[in-house]
C-alpha cells in the first residue's frame, strides 16, 4: 500500500517557465511533508518542508502548496533553471518523525533550454 | 555543523558473500539514524531506524541487519547476499534541531553479481 505517490514518473519543462511537482498521500495521519532532491548516485537533498497547520510555504524559488482536504501537496518551482534538472522526491511523516519518512518514488524533472 | 559520511561509495559482491556498510554522524549527540534503499523503480524505501545505542527497529523483512554499537554510528549487514539485495544504499540521521527534517549521506551502490 503506496501511502505518498507520485504519479508522474517525469515531467518535462522550458527554462525560465514554472515547474509543478504533484505529490498525493493517503494516510490522514500525515502532519509533515517534505520535498528533496536528487541526483543520480548521489544522496537526496533536502529543499522545502511544510506543517498540516500551514497551506503554503516559501523559500526562494520554491513553494510548496498542502490541500489537506483533498490529501494533495505541490512544489511550485519559478523560474526553472537547468540545474533543477533532477528527481523530485515528496515525503511525509507523522508526529515527530523519529521513526522516519514515507516517500513517493520520485518525479525526474527535465528542464530544456 | 553536523555531517553525515558512509563508505565504502561502490561495491560489487558476489551472491552469498557477506555485507558490511558502515554511517557515522558528526557535530550532533543522539541522532535518529536511519538506512534507506533505492532499487529500481521503487523510490525510497526505508530499512532500518534507530532511536538509540542498540535499538534498531526493522520495517521491512529481508536478508538485512542493522546494528548501533556507539551514539552515532550505524551499521547495515548482511550474511549471505541476495541479487535482490541490489540497489543504492543511504544513510541518514535527524535530531535535535532538525526536526522531521532527515539528512542523507552520499550513498553506497552495491551491486550483487
Known amino acids: 500500500d503506496q501511502q505518498v505517490k507520485q504519479n508522474s514518473p517525469s515531467l518535462s519543462v522550458q527554462e525560465g517557465r514554472i515547474s509543478i511537482l504533484n505529490c498525493d498521500y493517503t494516510n490522514s495521519m500525515f502532519d509533515y511533508f517534505l520535498w528533496y532532491k536528487k541526483y543520480p548516485a548521489e544522496g537526496p537533498t533536502f529543499l522545502i518542508s511544510i506543517s498540516s497547520i500551514k497551506d503554503k510555504n516559501e523559500d526562494g524559488r520554491f513553494t510548496v502548496f498542502l490541500n489537506k482536504s483533498a490529501k494533495h501537496l505541490s512544489l511550485h518551482i519559478v523560474p526553472s533553471q537547468p540545474g533543477d534538472s533532477a528527481v523530485y522526491f515528496c515525503?511525509?511523516?507523522?508526529?515527530?518523525?523519529?521513526?522516519?519518512?514515507?516517500f513517493g518514488k520520485g518525479t525526474h524533472l527535465i528542464i530544456q533550454p | 555543523s553536523q555531517t553525515i559520511h558512509q563508505w565504502p561509495a561502490t561495491l560489487v559482491q558476489p551472491v552469498g558473500s557477506p555485507l558490511s556498510l558502515e554511517c557515522t554522524v558528526e557535530g550532533t549527540s543522539n541522532p535518529n539514524l536511519y538506512w534507506y534503499r533505492q532499487a529500481a523503480g521503487r523510490g525510497l524505501q526505508l530499512l532500518f531506524y534507530s532511536v538509540g545505542i542498540g535499538q534498531i527497529s526493522s520495517e521491512v523483512p529481508q536478508n538485512l541487519s542493522a546494528s548501533r554499537p556507539q551514539d552515532r554510528q550505524f551499521i547495515l549487514s548482511s550474511k549471505k547476499l541476495l541479487l535482490s539485495d541490489s540497489g543504492f544504499y543511504l544513510c541518514a540521521w535527524n535530531g535535535g534541531y532538525s526536526g522531521n527534517t532527515i539528512y542523507f549521506g552520499e550513498g553506497s551502490w552495491l551491486t550483487v553479481v
Open positions: 515525503a511525509a511523516s507523522v508526529g515527530g518523525g523519529a521513526d522516519g519518512l514515507t
